[in-house]
């Protein structure tokens, strides 16, 4: 719980920051400004190495929540960061904790991974991969578009740094951008925009609009059609560690030219809390039950107060001599 001085310095902090985006202008430090003098392709190059750098130095593991919503359906999951793998256990379903059922079958799951190393091998794998493709992505920002700078914005709780300067560059698929792999030709149909961090040089959002069908390679062929959106956002969230806090994906295709392809779902990320870098997936699974229970245990309903026998029945026996009552007077 804030203290009373702390709440009031938020409150100022909060002001000042309104006050700022009226004016349209945030103070920012003499790098923060350097930063902002280069050129919108240099800007985008510095930024990606930055977050190239964080993701290869990265040693802070978060146990965290992800709130997903698809069109059919909601889920809360708490997730912790391991070294072997991520593992995730749904604890709310459609706004309602899962019953005993549910949680047993998603403690059975998590437990296939501890008994089976080989499921678990296969999980850091899938994972790896995910990781590889999401790198080949970023290290090909600078290449892929053409961009434009379109003033700033004020950073947030979720997006860059709260209150400070956000540098806002629109972008276009640049026409001489030839993809190495099927992974980066998603990337020929898009535009958009990217939000910088101007404080820690760290890209805050990304937010594309396909406009023309792409195919892509994730390991199986396939297209996406025109109109798809995607939006990820990320912030600092604890300390001065970078985390995504939203993802929003909404995109229609084929697999294969056969199947077809429909994604309409956004997951939001919060409450971080550092966990030890040295955290097993066994250990993991074990925290995740725990943290499950006490949630579950916090949100539990209070049982209302037995009613007193005696009184009960007083009230009971007072309702009957007055209706018997007005029956008389009839």
């Known amino acids: 719980m804030l203290m009373v001085s702390r709440a009031l310095l938020h409150r100022e902090f909060v002001s000042g920051v309104l006050v700022a985006f009226v004016l349209g202008w945030v103070p920012v430090s003499a790098a923060d400004t350097q930063f902002a003098k280069l050129s919108p392709q240099q800007l985008v190059r510095e930024a990606v190495d930055n977050e190239l750098a964080a993701s290869r130095t990265a040693s802070t593991r978060f146990l965290f929540k992800d709130e997903k919503t698809t069109v059919h359906l909601s889920q809360t999951r708490l997730l912790v960061e391991t070294r072997d793998a991520t593992a995730g256990m749904v604890v709310a379903q459609n706004g309602h904790p899962l019953n005993p059922q549910q949680r047993k079958a998603e403690e059975a799951r998590l437990e296939n991974y501890v008994r089976n190393p080989e499921e678990l091998n296969r999980k850091r794998k899938q994972e790896k991969e995910d990781a590889e493709r999401t790198e080949r992505i970023m290290r ?25 300067q956000l540098i806002r560059l629109k972008f276009r698929a640049n026409p001489n951008y030839t993809p190495p792999t099927r992974v980066e030709q998603v990337l020929t149909g898009m535009s958009g925009q990217l939000l910088i961090d101007a404080k820690d040089k760290r890209i805050a959002e990304i937010d594309g609009i396909l406009q023309k069908d792409v195919g892509f390679g994730w390991g199986i062929l396939g297209h996406l059609d025109q109109g798809g959106h995607f939006l990820v956002q990320q912030a600092v969230v604890v300390d001065h560690t970078w985390d995504v806090t939203r993802m929003q994906l909404a995109f229609t295709g084929k697999i294969l030219l056969l199947k077809r392809l429909n994604i309409q779902s956004t997951d939001l990320f919060f409450d971080f809390r550092p966990v030890p870098s040295d955290l097993t997936f066994a250990e993991g699974v074990e925290l995740l039950k ?33 209706a018997q009552q007005l029956c008389c007077r009839r």
């Open 140 to 164: 090909a920002l600078p290449e892929a578009f053409l961009y434009q700078e379109e003033g700033t914005v004020v950073g947030s709780a979720t997006v860059g740094h709260p209150g400070c």
């Open 290 to 322: 725990k943290q499950a229970a006490q949630e579950q245990s916090a949100a539990a309903p209070v049982p209302l107060p037995k009613p007193n026998e005696k009184s009960h029945r007083a009230q009971e026996q007072k309702a009957e001599d007055e």
